[in-house]
């Protein structure tokens, strides 16, 4: 019994250490906000635990034990690597996400000859609903983030909300353009005259 509990604990253990890489590249790719670092210590706490306790083991617990400190070693130093690239900006998923908000950056102000991040365009029938999805959805494809957005979609959640925009607009009409801001795209409503005078010619 009590070997066959080792054994789990050590199947256990090989799992949650396995989960925990999973968690830092999570991170690292930006699909959290925070490293697993809770999650790290316990695991190093269970580690040192089982190590301290192995003394007396059959050789392949011995063996196995072994192997995940190694392996959770070498994890460690790879993971204190990348925090300090992505620190000093050089990690390269940092460096990638920079390179792609540069080249459309460059893009637009190319193609409107101002350096603002923006595409103009005013809703008022479905031609202009249409005109912001295309506008959304090339953004979204430049910056290596394709949207499933459909125009119905799109249309219903912008049309919602456009009492409200009214409201905060003092009962202007309203306006919406496709905006790129830290590397993400997103539609913001403005009052309709200052998006007329936003549109480039």
């Not at 000093?88 to 990638?96: E, F, S």
């Not at 905060?168 to 993400?184: A, T, W």
């Amino acid at each position: 019994m009590v070997e066959l509990s080792r054994d789990r604990r050590l199947v256990e253990l090989e799992l949650r250490l396995e989960q925990l890489r999973h968690h830092f590249d999570q991170f690292f790719l930006g699909h959290i906000r925070r490293p697993p670092t809770t999650e790290q210590q316990q695991i190093a706490r269970q580690l040192r635990k089982e190590v301290s306790q192995s003394q007396g083991w059959p050789t392949r617990n011995r063996f196995k034990i072994k192997q995940l400190m190694q392996r959770f070693t070498t994890y460690n130093t790879m993971w204190q690597r990348q925090l300090t690239a992505k620190e000093n900006g050089t990690h390269r998923i940092d460096k990638a996400r920079y390179k792609r908000k540069t080249s459309y950056e460059d893009h637009l102000t190319q193609q409107y000859k101002r350096p603002v991040e923006e595409t103009p365009t005013a809703p008022s029938t479905s031609t202009d609903y249409q005109a912001i999805l295309d506008a959304y959805l090339a953004s979204r494809q430049k910056l290596g983030r394709p949207s499933r957005m459909t125009l119905d979609r799109l249309q219903k959640q912008l049309e919602d909300r456009i009492p409200e925009f009214k409201k905060k607009f003092g009962g202007e009409d309203v306006g919406f353009k496709v905006v790129v801001k830290d590397g993400d795209t997103m539609i913001k409503p403005v009052p309709l005259k200052e998006l007329k005078n936003d549109v480039p010619t």
